[in-house]
């Protein structure tokens, strides 16, 4: 009896301990149509992946599904140029669609083929077929028999993260695009500069990462004038342009763009503090070591200030392909301005009226520059107050005025309004049951709320809606598990604002999707919050 019960355990477990295949992933696909027959296809270890030869793109895509369901699932796939008679899994492109992202994912008697509008399309279908499986044990799994048609709401799907406040290592940074691979998202915006540290390399000024990364100490909790750690922050943290053109191409193999951030004219006492001459007062400046909004900022009144500027521009571009290149514009109090002899002479030179011009001015300048090189500007929403400079993308984080104002404009807009977006804010309701965050409360359900065009837009205005971002700033997220559990599951939510159509959008649906998604988090060894409100 024993002998049996042994014999049939192995025999169970050398088939199948699959949990049931469903495509209802996160986020929701346009449309999923099952066979009513309920028939399957079994995929099974030793199974072919074909990939049109010639194309290396799809060959990489062929190689990261069989890497990504080997590591969720132990089956064994193998990456084969044009086999499309014996594969089990078929990656074409040639979809008709205008979106480029679009994709079908078809499972019958044949198996399965996922065919892409372009690479990015069959690149998004993978990670529904690696999301529809799960996780799971064995050497082969069962596929109900679908069609998936698929393709993203919005064109722009990003997320922030922010390395001056604290440092991220490269290799995390890897682990946080691998994360927005799975969500769908493309688009990673890195906060490279602040006043709390400049972590991007810039060649022709060396002292910009040799001093200016490191500040003394750092404030405790986010007092200003509180109690500090003394403890030195920030030496030799920063990023290599070579280590930048490694995101970059990591980033790329994944279908996301990275859009580097120079937060400027505000947000910038690291740089002033190694070229003093560049702030209104000439200082001297110690790299912040508290949060908040420094009064001191980058002189417009100064012409070295844009030389200055041109020359990190011109670096980071050298660095950065992205077409957006953020020159942040945030929190930049202008009251220095107003009492600085250059800046009010440029003011009346320039025959401006407001300080508010003064930053459109350096946002122009800056903005021609960057044209020459094929470039165009990003900024916050305070980049509206003195008029925007003529191709200016707005990110709008002050709710969603912002985003009204400049899509009446005709400028593009991307939605990250704080109440629903800043990821740095708590997630549950209970504060002492998470790290110390910086304040606020955006649960999983506010997130999942979000809905991305404001309602006063004209059907002419939405357009200018290019998408949603959520933003991870770092005052308090110190280590990338940390990170981690901030980001996981509300990207989950977030996500789903990001490509799937409203009317799809169910909150209670969701809630009942999650678990899988976040068992898949599990398997991947990210660090995620196991509650959410
Ligand atoms: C911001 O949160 N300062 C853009
Ligand atoms: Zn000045």
Not at 68 to 74: A, C, D, N
Not at 77 to 88: H, I, P, Q, Y
Not at 258 to 274: K, Q, R, S, Y
């Amino acid at each position: 009896m024993k002998r049996i019960s042994l014999i049939l355990l192995c025999a169970v477990s050398a088939v199948t301990l699959f949990a049931q295949v469903d495509y209802n992933v996160i986020p929701l696909p346009l449309s999923i149509a099952l066979s009513p027959k309920g028939e399957e296809f079994s995929l099974t270890s030793g199974a072919v992946v074909s990939f049109p030869a010639d194309n290396p793109e799809m060959q990489r895509n062929a190689q990261m599904l069989c890497d990504y369901l080997g590591e969720s699932t132990g089956l064994s796939l193998t990456a084969e140029a044009s086999s499309r008679d014996k594969a089990a899994v078929r990656l074409l492109t040639g979809m008709k669609s205008d979106n480029p992202e679009a994709y079908t994912l078809t499972v019958d008697k044949n198996g399965v083929t996922i065919q892409g509008a372009s690479e990015s399309g069959v690149f998004r279908g993978i990670q529904t077929l690696r999301k529809a499986i799960g996780v799971a044990e064995g050497d082969t799994v069962k596929l109900p028999y679908v069609t998936v048609s698929d393709e993203p709401r919005f064109s722009y799907r990003g997320v922030h993260i922010d390395c001056s406040r604290h440092f991220f290592p490269v290799d995390f940074l890897k682990t946080y695009i691998d994360i927005l691979a799975l969500h769908g998202c493309n688009n990673l915006h890195w906060h490279l500069t602040d006043d709390q540290g400049w972590r991007f390399e810039v060649k022709s000024m060396p002292l910009l990462t040799e001093e200016g990364s490191i500040r003394k100490e750092t404030v405790i909790g986010s007092e200003v004038g509180g109690i500090f750690d003394g403890q030195e922050y920030g030496r030799n943290l920063y990023y290599t342009q070579e280590q930048c053109r490694e995101i970059v191409q990591y980033a790329a193999e994944r279908y996301i763009n990275v859009i580097p951030e120079i937060d400027l004219p505000g947000h910038m006492i690291a740089a002033l503090h190694v070229y003093p001459q560049l702030g209104c007062t000439g200082g001297p400046y110690e790299v912040w070591t508290q949060w908040g909004v420094a009064q001191d900022i980058l002189c417009a009144g100064n012409p070295e200030t844009l030389v200055f500027l041109k020359k990190v521009l011109d670096e980071l571009t050298d660095v950065f392909p992205s077409k957006l290149i953020h020159i942040g514009g945030d929190e930049a109090p202008r009251t220095r301005w107003r009492q600085c002899p250059k800046c009010q002479a440029k003011m009346r030179e320039l025959g401006l009226d407001s300080e508010a011009q003064l930053q459109t001015y350096i946002n122009q300048e800056l903005e021609a520059f960057l044209a020459e090189k094929g470039r165009s500007v990003i900024g916050w929403d305070e980049v509206l107050e003195g008029g925007l400079s003529e191709n200016a993308t707005v990110m709008s984080w002050h709710g969603a005025d912002g985003a009204v104002a400049a899509a009446s404009q005709h400028h593009n807009v991307i939605m990250t309004p704080t109440s629903y977006c800043y990821f740095d804010y708590y997630q549950l309701s209970n504060r002492d049951a998470q790290p110390r965050a910086i304040g606020g409360y955006v649960p999983v359900s506010k997130v999942y709320s979000l809905e991305p065009v404001p309602a006063e837009l004209s059907e002419e205005q939405r357009q200018y809606v290019l998408g949603a971002q959520c933003n991870l700033w770092t005052e308090h997220i110190i280590a990338p598990q940390q990170m981690e559990f901030m980001l996981l599951p509300r990207l989950s939510a977030m996500c789903e604002v990001q490509w799937t159509q409203a009317e799809r959008k169910d909150y209670e649906a969701f809630k009942s999707r999650l678990p899988r998604m976040m068992e898949l988090y599990g398997k991947l060894g990210w660090k995620y919050c196991r509650w959410f409100e």
